[in-house]
């Protein structure tokens, strides 16, 4: 599954040695209420991380309010990481 993976996401877990890619925290930091490591460590605050099932969330708002775009839509894996398109150079608010 590695190889053939369209995200190019997993990788050999070094511990339990089987393929595994990332759950977002989901049996850490989400499990103890917080956001994905990668989301609180960020230093520009360029990642987003919510329930898209909630019309309220952070998430749910900034997708209403930014174009964004998703990878390998065509494939008919149902992605659920969004871009926001950016220019170089450009300053997010």
Known sequence: CI???PYRVRFIHPVSKTADKCDFCRKTNLKAGKQPACVESCP????TFGNLDDPNSDISRLL?????????LALGTKPKVYRVPFK?????Q
């Open 3 to 5: 190889a053939a993976c």
């Open 44 to 47: 520009t605050k360029a990642l």
């Open 64 to 72: 209403q309010q930014k174009t964004t775009y998703r990878y390998k």
């Open 88 to 92: 170089f150079g450009e300053v997010s």
